[in-house]
């Protein structure tokens, strides 16, 4: 799993949602309405062991016309975006929180999940003799 495969999972699902353009790097003639999936930030960190946490921020931009609908957009986008799926396995959006500022509404949400790392070929012990006596 990478960053690139959550963001097109984001984006995928806006687009089957809304159906109104959704734009990711290139954002070149934006038509209103439509969404901008910005990825603020990723960090990866050890749990224990071979175990190890991914954690992705996404912001979320919605541009429209009237100015009137962030409200009811945001609403709707705290239950489209609590759920993506990515070859059959379910990621759960958290923090997901929104404002406007400059009439663009900034919706936040964050995609953590674990990933278990591979275990390394080890020194395999050579053959052992091994003999016995009774007394």
């Not at 996404?58 to 962030?70: G, K, L, M, R």
């Not at 790392?117 to 007394?135: C, D, F, T, W, Y």
């Amino acid at each position: 799993m990478d960053a690139d495969q959550l963001t097109h999972a984001v984006m995928n699902k806006l687009k089957i949602t809304f159906g109104w353009k959704v734009y990711g790097k290139r954002r070149q003639g934006l038509k209103e309405p439509c969404f901008i999936v910005l990825l603020l930030n990723a960090d990866h960190g050890r749990i224990q062991g071979r175990r190890y946490g991914q954690n992705h921020y996404f912001n979320v931009h919605y541009f429209s016309a009237t100015n009137e609908d962030f409200i009811s957009v945001a609403s709707q986008l705290l239950d489209v975006l609590e759920w993506i799926e990515i070859d059959g396995m379910k990621f759960r959006g958290t923090g997901m929180n929104f404002e406007v500022i400059d009439d663009v509404l900034h919706f936040f949400v964050d995609y953590n999940y674990h990933v278990m790392r591979a275990k390394e070929p080890g020194i395999k012990m050579k053959q052992m003799e091994q003999e016995g006596r009774l007394k």
